[in-house]
């Protein structure tokens, strides 16, 4: 993802929402599990925006999202649950762009977008 120009109100939703008194990589990355499970509303349709090595989808494929991934999946990188050949998948969120959902799940996939394109890591 390229990096993207700082956006002071996602910085304050992030420090004050999702990080806050989070100290190290851990407790960010279950502060950032936290907020995509409370934000998320699934199922809602997504489309992949680039290509990964660890992921079958092809860009333009679109999906539908029917969940967070475990906990443990997600300690370095935030993972939905997509369905995929009648099983499911967990995914990148970073691989993803909202094509159908309310604005809270809208809002929240672009926040993590925007963590990851200012090189912010877990």
């Known amino acids: 993802m390229t990096k993207v120009k700082r956006d002071e109100v996602r910085e304050n939703r992030i420090a004050d929402e999702i990080i806050v ?9 279950m502060g950032w599990y936290n907020y995509l499970e409370q934000k998320l509303k699934f199922p809602f349709t997504a489309r992949c925006i680039n290509k ?3 992921s079958p989808l092809p860009v333009g494929n ?3 999202v029917i969940g967070m991934a475990s906990e ?4 370095h990188e935030m993972f939905v649950k997509i369905q995929w050949m009648k099983r499911s ?3 990148p969120v ?3 762009e909202v094509v159908q959902a309310n604005d809270q799940t809208q809002e929240a996939v672009e926040d993590w977008h925007y963590w990851v ?3 912010y890591q877990l």
């Open 21 to 29: 008194d989070a100290y190290g990589e851990d407790e960010q990355a």
């Open 89 to 91: 998948l967990a995914v």
């Open 117 to 119: 394109g200012m090189g």
């Open 62 to 64: 679109e999906v539908k």
């Open 52 to 54: 990964r090595s660890t």
């Open 94 to 96: 970073s691989q993803l």
């Open 72 to 75: 443990d999946d997600c300690v």
